[in-house]
Protein backbone atom coordinates (compact mmCIF):
# COMPACT_ATOMS: atom_id res chain seq x y z
CA UNK A 1 0.00 0.00 0.00
CA UNK A 2 2.79 2.13 0.63
CA UNK A 3 4.35 1.83 -2.94
CA UNK A 4 0.60 3.02 -3.91
CA UNK A 5 1.02 6.32 -2.00
CA UNK A 6 4.73 6.52 -3.30
CA UNK A 7 3.45 6.19 -6.97
CA UNK A 8 0.25 8.65 -6.31
CA UNK A 9 2.71 11.41 -4.81
CA UNK A 10 5.19 11.06 -7.57
CA UNK A 11 2.44 10.93 -10.21
CA UNK A 12 0.77 14.30 -9.10
CA UNK A 13 4.20 15.91 -8.45
CA UNK A 14 5.14 15.36 -12.20
CA UNK A 15 2.35 16.39 -13.23
CA UNK A 16 2.32 19.75 -11.10
CA UNK A 17 6.16 20.53 -12.52
CA UNK A 18 4.96 19.75 -16.08
CA UNK A 19 2.08 22.38 -15.43
CA UNK A 20 4.56 25.00 -13.94
CA UNK A 21 6.89 24.60 -16.60
CA UNK A 22 4.44 25.30 -19.40
CA UNK A 23 2.54 27.88 -17.93
CA UNK A 24 5.99 29.93 -18.15
CA UNK A 25 6.06 28.87 -21.86
CA UNK A 26 5.29 32.22 -23.77
CA UNK A 27 6.21 30.88 -27.02
CA UNK A 28 3.46 30.41 -29.85
CA UNK A 29 4.15 26.83 -30.61
CA UNK A 30 0.26 26.85 -30.48
CA UNK A 31 0.11 25.15 -27.20
CA UNK A 32 -2.69 27.03 -25.48
CA UNK A 33 -2.28 25.23 -21.86
CA UNK A 34 -4.71 27.38 -18.99
CA UNK A 35 -4.49 26.78 -15.26
CA UNK A 36 -7.69 24.92 -15.02
CA UNK A 37 -6.53 22.18 -17.50
CA UNK A 38 -3.75 21.60 -15.77
CA UNK A 39 -5.43 21.10 -12.56
CA UNK A 40 -8.26 18.72 -14.46
CA UNK A 41 -5.42 16.91 -15.70
CA UNK A 42 -3.79 16.07 -11.89
CA UNK A 43 -6.88 15.75 -10.69
CA UNK A 44 -8.13 13.22 -13.40
CA UNK A 45 -4.50 11.36 -12.94
CA UNK A 46 -4.86 11.44 -8.84
CA UNK A 47 -8.60 9.85 -9.33
CA UNK A 48 -7.38 7.78 -11.68
CA UNK A 49 -4.47 6.06 -9.59
CA UNK A 50 -6.71 6.05 -6.27
CA UNK A 51 -9.50 4.22 -8.76
CA UNK A 52 -6.55 1.53 -9.35
CA UNK A 53 -5.20 1.27 -6.08
CA UNK A 54 -9.45 1.02 -4.39
CA UNK A 55 -10.36 -1.59 -7.00
CA UNK A 56 -7.34 -4.45 -6.26
CA UNK A 57 -8.48 -7.99 -5.98
CA UNK A 58 -5.37 -8.08 -3.27
CA UNK A 59 -8.06 -6.24 -1.42
CA UNK A 60 -10.16 -8.86 -1.10
CA UNK A 61 -8.05 -11.52 -0.44
CA UNK A 62 -6.47 -9.33 2.82
CA UNK A 63 -10.12 -8.91 3.50
CA UNK A 64 -10.38 -12.43 3.46
CA UNK A 65 -7.29 -13.05 5.70
CA UNK A 66 -8.66 -10.65 7.99
CA UNK A 67 -11.97 -12.60 8.57
CA UNK A 68 -9.71 -16.01 9.03
CA UNK A 69 -10.83 -17.26 6.04
CA UNK A 70 -8.57 -20.07 5.20
CA UNK A 71 -7.70 -20.37 1.21
CA UNK A 72 -4.48 -22.27 -0.61
CA UNK A 73 -2.86 -22.63 -3.72
CA UNK A 74 -3.17 -18.54 -5.09
CA UNK A 75 -2.58 -18.09 -7.96
CA UNK A 76 -2.54 -14.61 -10.44
CA UNK A 77 -4.64 -15.55 -13.38
CA UNK A 78 -2.78 -13.58 -16.31
CA UNK A 79 -4.35 -15.68 -20.04
CA UNK A 80 -7.99 -14.82 -18.75
CA UNK A 81 -10.13 -16.02 -21.57
CA UNK A 82 -12.83 -13.05 -20.93
CA UNK A 83 -13.00 -9.91 -20.22
CA UNK A 84 -11.26 -9.02 -16.28
CA UNK A 85 -8.64 -6.40 -14.91
CA UNK A 86 -7.29 -9.21 -12.95
CA UNK A 87 -8.06 -12.43 -11.54
CA UNK A 88 -6.98 -15.13 -8.97
CA UNK A 89 -7.36 -18.74 -8.36
CA UNK A 90 -7.88 -20.25 -5.12
CA UNK A 91 -8.94 -23.50 -2.80
CA UNK A 92 -10.71 -23.26 0.35
CA UNK A 93 -11.25 -26.60 1.52
CA UNK A 94 -10.30 -28.60 -1.64
CA UNK A 95 -12.48 -26.92 -3.84
CA UNK A 96 -11.91 -24.88 -6.89
CA UNK A 97 -12.35 -20.78 -6.81
CA UNK A 98 -12.35 -18.02 -8.91
CA UNK A 99 -11.90 -14.36 -7.97
CA UNK A 100 -12.01 -11.72 -11.11
CA UNK A 101 -12.23 -7.93 -11.14
CA UNK A 102 -14.20 -7.69 -13.97
CA UNK A 103 -14.21 -5.38 -17.46
CA UNK A 104 -18.01 -3.76 -16.49
CA UNK A 105 -18.62 -2.35 -20.25
CA UNK A 106 -17.60 -5.39 -21.82
CA UNK A 107 -21.03 -6.67 -23.42
CA UNK A 108 -20.32 -10.17 -22.48
CA UNK A 109 -19.22 -9.82 -19.00
CA UNK A 110 -22.76 -7.66 -18.30
CA UNK A 111 -23.99 -10.98 -19.51
CA UNK A 112 -22.89 -12.77 -17.31
CA UNK A 113 -22.64 -10.52 -13.96
CA UNK A 114 -26.27 -10.54 -15.09
CA UNK A 115 -26.92 -14.26 -15.03
CA UNK A 116 -24.73 -14.67 -11.87
CA UNK A 117 -27.29 -12.17 -10.05
CA UNK A 118 -29.91 -13.28 -10.92
CA UNK A 119 -29.07 -17.35 -11.28
CA UNK A 120 -26.44 -17.92 -8.56
CA UNK A 121 -24.64 -19.33 -11.24
CA UNK A 122 -22.74 -19.11 -14.58
CA UNK A 123 -21.52 -21.16 -17.30
CA UNK A 124 -17.75 -20.05 -18.34
CA UNK A 125 -14.50 -21.27 -19.88
CA UNK A 126 -11.75 -21.44 -17.27
CA UNK A 127 -8.38 -23.71 -18.53
CA UNK A 128 -9.82 -24.15 -22.14
CA UNK A 129 -13.23 -26.04 -20.73
CA UNK A 130 -16.58 -24.60 -20.39
CA UNK A 131 -17.77 -25.67 -16.66
CA UNK A 132 -20.71 -24.62 -14.66
CA UNK A 133 -19.91 -22.62 -11.02
CA UNK A 134 -21.65 -21.22 -8.32
CA UNK A 135 -21.20 -17.52 -8.35
CA UNK A 136 -21.61 -14.45 -6.59
CA UNK A 137 -21.09 -10.68 -7.46
CA UNK A 138 -20.43 -7.72 -5.38
CA UNK A 139 -19.64 -4.45 -7.27
CA UNK A 140 -17.51 -5.34 -10.10
CA UNK A 141 -16.03 -9.18 -8.93
CA UNK A 142 -16.86 -11.97 -9.99
CA UNK A 143 -16.65 -15.40 -7.13
CA UNK A 144 -17.12 -18.15 -8.83
CA UNK A 145 -16.46 -21.38 -6.82
CA UNK A 146 -16.90 -25.24 -7.18
CA UNK A 147 -20.70 -26.18 -6.76
CA UNK A 148 -19.93 -28.58 -4.72
CA UNK A 149 -17.74 -26.27 -2.39
CA UNK A 150 -19.33 -25.43 1.24
CA UNK A 151 -17.95 -22.51 2.01
CA UNK A 152 -20.61 -20.00 3.63
CA UNK A 153 -18.05 -18.01 6.00
CA UNK A 154 -16.02 -17.01 2.92
CA UNK A 155 -19.39 -16.17 0.86
CA UNK A 156 -20.43 -14.21 3.81
CA UNK A 157 -17.07 -12.52 4.15
CA UNK A 158 -17.03 -11.49 0.18
CA UNK A 159 -20.79 -10.49 0.22
CA UNK A 160 -19.77 -8.17 3.55
CA UNK A 161 -16.64 -7.28 1.91
CA UNK A 162 -16.42 -2.81 0.92
CA UNK A 163 -13.82 -0.74 0.34
CA UNK A 164 -13.78 3.00 1.32
CA UNK A 165 -11.58 6.00 0.45
CA UNK A 166 -9.37 5.44 3.29
CA UNK A 167 -7.81 2.11 2.27
CA UNK A 168 -9.95 0.79 5.17
CA UNK A 169 -11.68 -2.56 3.99
CA UNK A 170 -14.77 -2.70 5.63
CA UNK A 171 -16.93 -5.61 6.11
CA UNK A 172 -21.20 -5.72 7.71
CA UNK A 173 -20.15 -7.01 10.70
CA UNK A 174 -23.79 -8.56 11.17
CA UNK A 175 -23.05 -11.48 9.54
CA UNK A 176 -25.42 -12.83 12.41
CA UNK A 177 -28.49 -12.33 11.10
CA UNK A 178 -27.28 -13.89 7.65
CA UNK A 179 -28.58 -17.29 6.43
CA UNK A 180 -27.60 -19.61 3.64
CA UNK A 181 -29.65 -21.58 2.25
CA UNK A 182 -28.77 -25.27 0.68
CA UNK A 183 -27.49 -23.84 -2.53
CA UNK A 184 -25.42 -21.15 -0.97
CA UNK A 185 -27.01 -18.21 -1.60
CA UNK A 186 -26.94 -15.87 1.38
CA UNK A 187 -30.21 -14.24 2.72
CA UNK A 188 -29.33 -10.90 4.53
CA UNK A 189 -32.74 -9.38 4.65
CA UNK A 190 -32.53 -8.95 8.25
CA UNK A 191 -29.15 -8.09 8.41
CA UNK A 192 -27.89 -4.37 8.24
CA UNK A 193 -26.65 -3.53 4.73
Do not use: W
Not at 50 to 59: E, F, L, R
Not at 62 to 89: C, P, V, W
Not at 171 to 176: F, Q, S
Amino acid sequence: MKTSKQMLAAVFLSLTFLGGCSMNDKGTTGNDMSNSNVGKDIRNAVEDSGQAVQDSIDNVMDFFTQKNIKYENMQTLDNMEFAAHEGRSFTIDGKNAYLYRVKEDDENMKKIMEQARNNGKVKVSITGKEMEYNARVNGNYLFLYDPSAKIDEALNAFDAYRYDATNNMNGNNNNDNMTNDTNGNTDSSMGNQ
